[in-house]
């Protein structure tokens, strides 16, 4: 079944805590994308990487950090630097340039 | 870099009805889609359309790209229809930047 998933769907962590949250795809893509959303906002973008081993700061990078080591993986971890870290967070992947995305991981931070 | 503004903000249909959604850009895209967001969160694509006319269904879009907007047609709305349609568009290789939205509500 070929796809992009992202796990976990649902996260709660305590304050100050690093959180990694995985997106996979086997589409054979070779773009990837994070990107947030806050409730009643639009997508922003955190990082993306149009090649393994590669990857560029969005506008909201900040206390964020990705790696690149695979074609099919692009995890994100939200580090305790980040001041506001609940939002539901959305992978996306191309080819070419048309993009699709993950169901989303909703985070929470308690 | 590219603004992307969605008119309107929020839309409320009776179900049967038909609405038209409007995506402006402040620049010259190449590449344009249009997503709904389901209740669930998932983003599902509706159109790939940087030029011309598409059909699927119940639902059109068109990019008039020299002007610089595109139109998502919904006809006979349904009430599975209802949550944010988003427009993104891009240039060259960068990422597509994302309007904030089309919020969307049919009611039976």
């Known amino acids: 079944d070929g796809g992009i998933t992202q796990s976990p769907k649902y996260l709660f962590r305590k304050e100050g805590q690093n959180v990694t949250l995985s997106c996979e795809q086997n589409l054979n893509h070779d773009a990837m994308y994070w990107y947030r959303q806050d409730p009643g906002q639009g997508l922003r973008l955190i990082y993306y990487s149009q090649i393994v081993n590669d990857f560029q700061k969005g506008d909201i990078a900040e206390g964020y950090s990705v790696s690149r080591e695979k074609k099919e993986s692009f995890p994100l971890t939200v580090t305790s630097a980040q001041k506001n870290p609940t939002a539901f967070y959305l992978c996306?992947?191309?080819?070419?340039?048309?993009?699709?995305f993950g169901p989303g991981t909703r985070l929470t931070v308690l | 870099g590219i603004q992307v503004e969605q008119s309107p903000p929020d839309l409320i249909l009776q179900e049967g009805a038909n609405s038209t959604l409007r995506c402006n850009f402040s620049?010259?895209?190449?590449?344009l889609q249009w997503f709904h967001q389901n209740p669930w969160g998932q983003l599902i694509n509706l159109f790939y359309i940087p030029s011309g006319t598409k059909q699927n269904g119940r639902l059109s879009a068109t990019t008039v790209a020299t002007e610089r907007y595109s139109l998502l047609y919904i006809s006979s709305s349904q009430t599975t229809d209802s949550g944010v349609y988003f427009c993104a568009g891009n240039s060259g290789n960068t990422p597509l930047v994302f309007g904030k939205g089309t919020r969307l509500s049919v009611i039976a």
């Open positions: 996306a992947s191309a080819w070419g340039v048309e993009q699709f």
């Open positions: 620049d010259s895209v190449n590449n």
